[in-house]
């Protein structure tokens, strides 16, 4: 076969030819004539007429185990257990040995077991030997083609039994064990077949495998990571077998002479055929050793060597045992060297299944992975570089393959890249921003779709960024998509308002939003969105005002939350209104429906329905509608929710009349009334409201008269019909009457004649009155000097034959008193109020004392009301306190007849002229 | 109690010329992925992946020949012994395509008779380079009762479809009785609990059969 049909060939093994330890340069020389080797346990076993065992330090060491010689060595990997076969005497007479080498017998290994080796009854040649690293059974193999099976613990004989367990014409030429599980099979080949004994079951099932053999020492067993897998070298294959059926098989060419596997590699020991001729020229035959890497399909070594005895495995490195007595070492390089090997021939894919096979650490492999990357990158193919550095991810930084291919404006790659790197949840925020770019710069959607809605489970970005950079792109409805599902409510909102204005969506997405986020965003949004959908938008913020709740309450807590927590699931209604600015029939609307379900609305909501309610009334033509609007507008006047002020305000703006007096009056805003009658010119009604309120309030006829005396026009009915009631009431002083209506033109002598002549008549009777009173207070008060006189001056008689009291006649024990009053003691005591006074005349006096002291206390009071007034800010209200305690009662006219004229009239008129300027301050 | 059994189908994949992409069909039906680099066949390969045909668990053994002239005679002996085949050729390169013909009389020649061929022109994703027309394919089975398919180990196009439609072709032939399946030669195994009593059996017949097979 066409030699370059072979896999790839590398010079993964150091080969060495081993020296002698002791003596320096000189080559190690082996036993001559070895008929036998293996190796195991720590050493090289090797047998001649001797068996040998050979150190790693170079140390041998000898014994004799058979009279002639040895044929056969078996050295177990699991046990210091050697099983041998030679000859102790001449003929066909072949003896097995089992050795302990553990333990010693006089300097030897402790031989624990020996039997001839015979199948049948007639002696035969040993052809080859397999042991069970369980020890309990050894099969040999005789060129007659029988094999003999021992079982049962095989260094002892009384444990063990031995059957031939095939006969045939072919010489066996190869012998393996395999177990796998419980399951124990053996397998035999001959010249030309190869077959399977099971010997886990009874009667050792056979199955015949292949119907070509092999020759001696041309056939082995893989690891069990390989499936323990039978090999069989035929002169033009390699054929593999499981126990039941054919495996794979390599045509690997050329005269087997021998075949091993060790430690993952298939070693194959063939005859050179370039020197076929050779043979007669040199005395020795070329052998070409070849170390074959199934897995990986490669060629690990290969050279050409004299005569090869055999290749053993001990130590980690292979031994080459040849005829000349030389041994060489090979040693496998190590998997960097390997590697780096691999990678100067740009043999990547190798190189990855290399690394795995061995085992690389992660941080290896993705070097590797680096390295194929940008090996591809290099030679143009983007696209599987960029497998290759998706395979990094995890290890490499991710900047070192993104900027390679933002650079070369390589989008698809790069895309993969992030998307992986998105995959593994590795991404940061730039990387999202940069996928989604890329998605965006690509124009593809689909891509985008599947990214944004694919991770479900798990997000592996940052919602915020990808909404922020979709929105930049106009890739709005992916944006608010995202915003919707990760509850981004603000961009969400944001995004259908500003961006893809869908007002209405984004109206009954709010409606759909827990309470106190429903409530801040239709408060941010609400002009918006009034302003585009006003129905709509009403009829959620009326929800909202009123019983607002999201729909799903699922939870029986939760429930119980919404439920009970009603009272503050409810917006305030007044913040609310500003949204309304330029909608006033929806604001309208809303107001109406607000003071109708909810009793207790906040006062902007009445007041701002006020204001509509007079709008409309004002701008009503209709005379019947218009005087539905005003009852309207008045009920809710009534209805006391308005502020007073604002109300107020209102209805003089919009000339609610109505209102403005139905207000005045609520205020006992009297003069209010009739300011607003006079500014009409309604003469009557000034009256009306003077008759009105004059009782509660005096001044209103003052000014009245005032009003009508600065009245052009003819208005004496009027004039003299306040005058009336001022004269009647002795509202002022006749001096300011006068006065007052000095200042009318029109009004002449006539109109005030009856009130003057009626008052200076009234007034003379009161100065006789007055003076008669004066004299009677006179003659008293010298009476009583002339009293006091007499008491002071001379003894009092009491001359009282009878108690003041009980009217009996005086009894000792006996009170006098100095105002001619005498009592019985016990009249006296049960009667007096005090020891000091006479019980008759205590009320008297009493009286005397209470006006000197209300006298007294009438200064003070004046003082101090004139003081508070022009303090205050509410003048009025300290008028209106100080007319409740009574401070402007007529008594004091009486206690005082001398003041009684000058002082409570010039006091009165001082308080009318600050009530007058503090009223007008007010209004 | 629903008796359960595993089929077992020797699948064989045969085609003349190196390189059509066999190995990487395989590759794609068992691993789903796709080797760029050629690593040559030497010898004869082998997957397995477990199928599901009318409920049945089925496991497919597919053998993967080397393509190389030189390696004829080793591939020849695993003809024998397997259900089907998957003719490939290379819808890039006509040279695989006018070999068909001695390779199908050389399979046919060495295998069960009732052995179902699928034909396969594989590298479909190669569209730009096609030397060989669908409709040759098309024509080329009609003629030889194949069935045909065009698959792209690449892509994975049908790759799919390839083996689990011969595999299916298979099963009919089994439900018709066309194969006998106590004869393992046939290429068709029954499950693990009948093995050991059948396969002393069909070692025998598959013996007698192998005739000029071999080598
Ligand atoms: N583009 C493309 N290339 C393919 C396809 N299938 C295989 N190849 C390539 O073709 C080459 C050969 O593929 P293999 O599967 O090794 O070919 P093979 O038929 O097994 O070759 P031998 O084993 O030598 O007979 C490889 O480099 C593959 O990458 C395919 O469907 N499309
Ligand atoms: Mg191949
Ligand atoms: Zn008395
Ligand atoms: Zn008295």
Redesign the pocket.
Known sequence: MAAFLQWRRFVFFDRETVKDPIENGKNFILPNGISACDSGRGHIVLGDILIWFLTRSLQLSSFQAYKLRVTHLFQLKQHSILVSVGQDEHGINPLVKVWNTDKRDSGSPLCTRIFPAIPGNKPTEVSCLSVHENLNFMAIGFTDGSVVLTKGDITRDRHSKTLTLHEGNSPVTGLAFRQAGKVTHLFVVNLEKVQCYTLSVKEYPRLELDTHGCALRCSALTDPSQDSQFIVAGNECVYLYQPDERGPCFAFDGHKILVHWHRGYLLLLTQDSKSPNNKETSPTEKHVLTIYDLDNKFIAYSAAFDDIIDVLAEWGSFYILTRDGKMFVLQEKDTQTKLEMLFKKNLFVMAINLAKSQHLDKDGLSEIFRQYGDHLYVKGDHDGAIQQYIRTIGKLEPSYVIRKFLDAQRIHNLTAYLQALHRQSLANADHTTLLLNCYTKLKDSSKLEEFIKSSESEVHFDVEIAIKVLRQAGYHSHAVFLAEKHAHHEWYLKIQLEDLKNYQEALRYIGRLPFEQAETNMKHYGKTLMHHVPESTTVLLKKLCTDYHVVPCSVEGAYDLCSSGNLWLQANSEEFIPIFANNPRELHAFLEHMIKVEPFSPQGVYDTLLELRLQDWAHEQDPEKKEVLQRAALSLLRSDNTVFDKALVLCQMHSFKEGVLYLYEKGKLYQQIMHYHMQNEEYSKVVEACKHYGNQEVCLWEQALGYFARKEEDCKAYISEVLQHIDLNNLMPPLLVVQTLAHNSTATLSVIKDYLINKLQRESQQIEEDERKIRQYREETANLRSEIQELRTSAKIFQKTKC?MCNSPLELPSVH?L???SFHQHCFESYAESEAE?P??TPENRKVMDMLRAQDQKRDLHDHFNRQLRGSNDGFSVVADYFGRGVFNKLTLITDPPGAKAGPGSLEADLQRDLLIHTKRNV | FVAFYILQYYITVILKFASVGKSCLLLQFTDKRFQPVHDLTIGVEFGARMITIDGKQIKLQIWDTAGQESFRSITRSYYRGAAGALLVYDITRRDTFNHLTTWLEDARQHSNSNMVIMLIGNKSDLESRREVKKEEGEAFAREHGLIFMETSAKTASNVEEAFINTAKEIYEKIQEGVFDINNEANGIKIGPQHAATNSSLAGGQGGQQAGGGCC
Do not use: A, K, Q
């Open positions: 003041t008193f105002c001619g009053h006479c008759t005349c």
